[in-house]
């Protein structure tokens, strides 16, 4: 009968075997192995468990090599050092670095090649992605005051439905995928890439209501437009020279939504960011309370951040895809994106928005800290108020009383009133 090494992998399966009832004849040809076989890998049973958990599932041997566990220690050691300040991390980055720590341990034998990656790779389970978010650069204790002292009194004068927060975002509304995956030893050239871009200005409560979202582009009259093209459409069409946020747009559409409050008899909360294009006269709003959030902190204070956005661009890209999949049959990458239009992607917009869910948009708000206080978090709000009161009180008597203009008014007061 034909002999073969077995994996790590394949000797914890055959364990699991036996151990299920499988005997040690039917294992043998089974797994065409001696029963010598057999029996040392059972009496090695947890090693191999460790080892397969380790990432050295595909190795028929169990790494005993000392050294080289150190020096993978050292070299994950680094790779968490770098994940925590959030520097990126490229393979031939992580080869000199490890080249680097095997030089100060003397290890010379490790090459660090990239094969030793491959299989570095697999023994701690690395793994490849994008990094997202600004959270390295975020003040915990900025972000922790806002939670538990700016939170609550938001919460405590304003009801859900008068809490709105806006924010901007850009959409590539037909920039294709650059990466692919690919078969090995095949070509994988790209196409043309478009790039043209808009800005989208939303605004929700905590209630999960959607105001109309404001889109910006450069053009003022694109020419896929048409008389009326925009009526069936829930959003509102600007232009600006680099398609971006000013102070003037976004005075334009407080002004647009201020009429509508001021019809409505409805004061409201604004919660935004502290973009230059935000710095508005608020006075000429009567209507509206703004509340800007911390700086740098609105990836863990604004509810618009926190995955309504994503959820978003995450139901355009399926239209977007379900698209490029139409008409894959009709040409290259770049005819297909190139018969999309501004209207294309405005209806998609609209599509999506709609789409979003209010329970997502409640979740979001809930996700940043801002629910609705219980009894006991009233009381201590208030206590917290009050004992501020009673202190600037007593602070603003104490200066009367020093003052010796205070002194004569009284007692100028107290004889006319003898």
């Known amino acids: 009968m034909p002999r073969r090494n077995l994996s790590i992998l394949e000797k914890t399966s055959l364990i699991e075997d036996i151990e299920n009832g499988l005997e040690a004849k039917e294992a043998t040809k089974l797994y065409k192995v001696s029963p010598r076989t057999i029996f040392r890998t059972l009496s090695n049973k947890q090693n191999l468990l460790e080892a397969c958990e380790n990432g050295q599932g595909k190795r028929t041997?169990?790494?005993?090599?000392?050294?080289?566990?150190?020096?993978?220690?050292?070299v994950k050691l680094f790779i968490l050092k770098c994940l925590e300040k959030g520097i990126p991390l490229k393979a031939t980055f992580i080869i000199e670095k490890a080249k680097m720590i095997a030089h100060e341990m003397g290890y010379f034998r490790l090459q660090c090649s990239w094969q030793w990656f491959k299989r570095f790779r697999e023994r701690i389970k690395l793994k490849q992605g994008t990094l997202s978010g600004e959270r390295i650069s975020v003040n915990s204790e900025v972000v922790k005051d806002w939670r538990e002292n700016k939170i609550p009194r938001i919460m405590l004068n304003w009801q859900k439905e008068f809490v709105f927060n806006c924010d901007e975002t850009s959409l590539f509304w037909r920039q294709s995928p650059s990466k692919t995956y690919f078969i090995s030893k095949t070509d994988h050239i790209g196409d043309k890439i478009f790039h043209e871009r808009i800005s989208i200005l939303f605004c929700v409560n905590q209630a999960g209501q959607k105001l109309k979202p404001l889109i910006i582009g450069k053009a003022a009259k694109p020419r896929c437009f048409y008389k009326d093209c925009l009526l069936d459409l829930e959003l509102t069409y600007v232009s600006q020279s680099n398609a971006w946020m000013n102070l003037n747009l976004f005075t334009d559409w407080?002004?647009?939504?201020?009429?509508?409050?001021?019809?409505?008899?409805?004061?409201?909360l604004l919660l935004l960011d502290n973009f230059k294009g935000h710095k508005i006269n608020t006075e000429d709003f009567p209507m509206i309370t703004f509340n800007f959030l911390p700086?740098?902190?609105?990836?863990?204070?604004?509810?618009?951040?926190?995955?309504?956005?994503?959820?978003?661009?995450?139901?355009?890209?399926?239209?977007?895809?379900?698209?490029?999949?139409?008409?894959?049959?009709s040409g290259r990458m770049s005819d297909i994106v190139k018969n999309i239009n501004l209207l294309n992607a405005l209806n998609w917009v609209d599509e999506c928005w709609k789409a979003i869910p209010e329970q997502t948009i409640c979740n979001c708000w809930s996700h940043f800290g801002y629910v609705s206080l219980d009894l006991m978090e009233i009381n201590n709000v208030y206590e917290e108020e009050l004992v501020t009161n009673l202190n600037e009180l007593s602070l603003n008597l104490t200066n009367c009383c020093s003052s010796k203009e205070f002194i004569e008014q009284v007692s100028f007061d107290y004889l006319d009133f003898e």
């Open 61 to 74: 041997r169990i790494e005993k090599n000392e050294m080289l566990r150190r020096h993978d220690d050292e």
């Open 254 to 268: 407080l002004k647009n939504w201020h009429i509508e409050l001021v019809g409505q008899n409805k004061k409201v």
């Open 295 to 329: 700086p740098s902190t609105t990836s863990l204070t604004q509810p618009l951040d926190g995955g309504i956005i994503r959820a978003f661009k995450a139901k355009y890209l399926n239209i977007f895809v379900k698209y490029i999949l139409n008409g894959i049959d």
